[in-house]
C-alpha cells in the first residue's frame, strides 16, 4: 500500500464511525421474514418485520436505522445477499439500535 493510499484510508476511518450488521431471516412456519440488526460494540440486536416495499434487507435496516435518527454514511451492498453492513457516522454512545 502507498503512503498516499493509506492516507486516503486513514481520513475514511479517521471518523467515529459505527458498524452495524443487517442479515436477511427467512420465513418459517410461524413467523414472516424478518430483518435482524446488530451493533456487536454494544451487544445489542433488533429483530424488525421485512418490508416488501423495499428489494433487499439492506434497504429496509437502513431505512430503520434512518427513521431512529442514525447518520448512515456507507454500506456495502454485495456481501453475501443475504449479510450487510452499515456504516453510521458521528454517533452518541447512548443512542440505542433498539
Not at 429483530?47 to 456495502?76: C, E, H, M, R, W
Request: charged share 25%; aromatic share 12%; hydrophobic share 30%.
Amino acid at each position: 500500500m502507498t503512503i498516499d493510499r493509506y492516507k486516503q484510508v486513514k481520513q475514511l476511518t479517521a471518523f467515529n464511525t459505527r458498524v452495524i450488521n443487517c442479515k436477511y431471516l427467512g420465513p418459517t412456519n410461524t413467523q414472516g421474514s424478518r430483518i435482524k440488526i446488530t451493533d456487536h460494540h454494544f451487544k445489542e440486536s433488533v429483530t424488525i418485520p421485512y418490508d416488501y416495499g423495499f428489494s433487499n434487507a439492506l434497504q429496509g435496516a437502513v431505512n430503520y436505522l434512518i427513521d431512529k435518527g442514525f447518520d448512515v454514511i456507507g454500506f456495502n451492498s454485495e456481501c453475501h445477499k443475504t449479510e450487510y453492513i452499515i456504516i453510521i457516522k458521528d454517533w452518541d454512545s447512548k443512542q440505542s439500535i433498539k
